[in-house]
């Protein structure tokens, strides 16, 4: 179960890193969609993003005790944060590379939990 919530989290992470690098510029250029159709799909993938990597890293936590895990959550999610905050504030190519970046860093904290559980589940069969 928990490299299921690590795979979800890795491939959510992944998915919206690359969305937030690519959707700002397709629709700062496209004049079809309005604005409000932006407005809240932030809140949407935070809340996902939040509660798999709360689930995956909670449980994680119980087996290895990895600071490093949580640094990088902790650092990923606060730049998804402060993103979405600042999204309407920023420069698109600003807003991007702070999505980029933590989504990258969420999709490391994952990978590195991941690594660990997979350790910890050999080291229980032999």
């Known amino acids: 179960m928990q490299s299921t919530a690590d795979k979800i989290g890795i491939f959510l992470s992944g998915l919206c890193a690359l969305q937030c690098a690519l959707l700002p510029i397709l ?20 809340t996902a993003i939040g509660v798999i ?21 902790l650092m990923g999610y606060s730049c998804l944060i402060v993103a979405t905050l600042m999204e309407d504030r920023v420069d698109i190519l600003i807003e991007s590379a702070m999505f980029v970046l933590g989504g990258v860093l969420m999709v490391m904290a994952h990978w590195r939990n991941y690594q660990k559980m997979q350790c910890i589940k050999r080291e229980q069969r032999g």
């Open 27 to 46: 629709l700062s250029v496209s004049a079809v969609v309005p604005h409000w159709a932006h407005f809240g799909h932030g809140w949407i993938w935070m």
């Open 53 to 73: 990597a709360l689930w995956s890293f909670s449980r994680g936590w119980q087996h290895h005790h990895d600071k490093r895990v949580v640094g990088l959550f």
